[in-house]
């Protein structure tokens, strides 16, 4: 079977590149490049053969293909030779049925996707797993590679660091300094990466990991190196996949540098191409409003767009102003009969909070996703038959001190209707009852 990708430029110029070429931008025009896949060879299988052949992966210990990025091998990358795959078995991720949740808010058939229940705790693992093994791969085949750097709100650079440290590869991770979370911080700390937190937000150190990789010695890990995306794209194929094949009508996903709303467009349109589903989802983007640049652009129907100073949020993935993927975003958002909303900081973190309170765990990002269901369901877009998922980006243990501070009531800009503090209280038995009594019906 001679299935095959490449690098293409995604302004229609037409150059191509090969998925080995240390290349970010077309050296024709700039524009960022996509992988491609010879469609025509994956249409030597029929679409009930891929989905038999993607089942039955799902259950295999035969390596890679019992990962849930390697079981689509074909449709991902697949020239890699699987002795140079670094897999850590990502993908397969639960959908979690928020049966209390969404009766509560009137849409019951309603699901999380849990795809921060992961190696290192985020969705980003998905794409890393893809990258560092064509980086592999490179080095296998002589490629003069030194390192593996990136520019990352957290939860990049925490992938990035321990793909690498499994491969053997170094790795460099730029941090916006006093703005990751702790668990981010600490994440390629101990992967053994060169930890540089920068005096900066994250588009300043975009600006110097660009710089600094414009040597071809170090390669980077952003998602404007479009290979993350190939594995990216496997949520939306897990999701249809995990509803016996069934499209569901929203799908809705927290936002900052755009990489993964047009991940997720590319796999569906993908799935679409080869026949394995007819129709597609709506998509909602949801953003911060203090990082809100594809929003500001939604409003004018894409028409006009200019990339913002993204203010601090509790939702620090996604505190992004300028993000890299705008174009690739739009054409997906045009695709899927998209929307774009936004959330503040008291309606994320109380979003997160009652989803906390009917059994999820959520960050800061999922709280913006959930946020913006509440409103799509309160303006009737959302309707009640609808199915809808939410895409849940990391865990929710990443993000300890938003949680304790939301209980605390100290979260900045947050009056927190769902907190639950302990109550302290004497070691008196009495006492103790009393607050039982008062406190459980
Ligand atoms: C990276 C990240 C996002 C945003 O994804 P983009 O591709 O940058 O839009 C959202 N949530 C979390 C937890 C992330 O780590
Ligand atoms: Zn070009």
Redesign the pocket.
């Known amino acids: 079977m001679s299935y095959h990708s490449w690098l293409e430029c995604i302004r229609g110029c037409g150059r191509r590149y090969s998925i080995y070429d240390v290349i970010y931008q077309c050296e024709e025009c700039g524009g960022l490049l996509d992988v491609e896949h010879d469609v025509e060879a994956l249409k030597d299988r029929s679409p009930t053969e891929w989905k038999a052949l993607f089942d039955q992966r799902t259950r295999t210990n035969e390596w890679p293909y019992g990962s849930g990025v390697w079981g689509k091998k074909e449709w991902v990358c697949p020239q890699v030779e699987n002795q140079n795959v670094v897999s850590m078995y990502e993908g397969h991720t639960n959908c979690f049925w928020a049966e209390r949740l969404g009766k509560e808010v009137g849409v019951p058939d309603l699901w999380v996707k849990l795809s ?1 229940n992961s190696h290192t705790g ?3 693992d998905l794409g890393m797993t893809v990258l560092i093994s064509v980086v592999r791969q490179m080095i296998a085949d002589g490629k003069p590679i030194r390192a593996v750097a990136c520019a990352s ?4 650079s925490a992938a990035l660091a321990a793909y690498a440290a499994a491969a053997g590869i170094p790795a460099i991770v730029f941090l916006p300094r006093g703005k990751v979370s702790t668990a981010q911080l600490v994440q390629p700390i101990a992967h053994g990466a060169v930890v540089l937190s920068l005096d900066t937000d994250f588009d300043g150190c975009m600006r110097i990991v660009q710089q600094v990789t414009a040597d071809q010695s170090i390669y980077l890990a952003n ?1 404007m190196n479009s290979l993350r995306m190939e594995g990216q794209k496997t949520v939306g194929i897990e999701i249809v996949q995990q509803f016996d094949w069934e499209v569901p009508d929203w799908i809705i996903i ?8 047009s991940a997720l467009g590319k796999g569906l349109l993908m799935m679409r191409e080869l026949g394995l589903i007819d129709r597609l989802p709506r998509i909602a983007c949801a953003q911060s409003a203090h990082a809100n640049p594809l929003y500001l652009s939604y409003l004018t129907g894409f028409q006009e767009y200019q990339p913002v100073v993204a203010r601090k949020t509790l939702a620090s ?2 505190q ?1 102003g300028a ?1 890299v ?1 705008y174009e690739r975003a739009v054409k997906v958002l045009r695709a899927f009969e998209g929307i774009v909303e936004q959330a503040t900081e008291q309606e994320l973190a109380d979003a997160a909070a009652r989803a906390d309170r009917a059994g999820l765990y959520c ?1 800061p ?1 999922t709280g913006v996703a959930l946020a913006v269901l509440f409103k799509l369901i309160e303006r009737g877009e959302i309707q009640p038959e609808h199915r809808v998922i939410v895409i849940s ?2 865990h929710g243990l990443k993000f300890t001190r938003f949680k304790v501070g939301y209980h605390e009531q100290t979260l900045e800009e947050v009056r927190s209707r769902y907190a639950n503090p302990p109550l302290e209280l004497p070691p008196d038995r009495k006492a103790v009852q009393r607050a039982i009594d008062r406190l459980i019906p």
Do not use: E, M, R
């Not at 709100?153 to 990049?156: E, I, Q, V």
């Not at 927290?254 to 709303?261: C, E, H, K, T």
């Open positions: 921060g985020s969705f980003k709100t957290g939860d990049t998602s927290p936002a900052g540098n755009l990489g993964n709303v993935a996604i992004i993000p993927s960050c990002q980006t990391a």
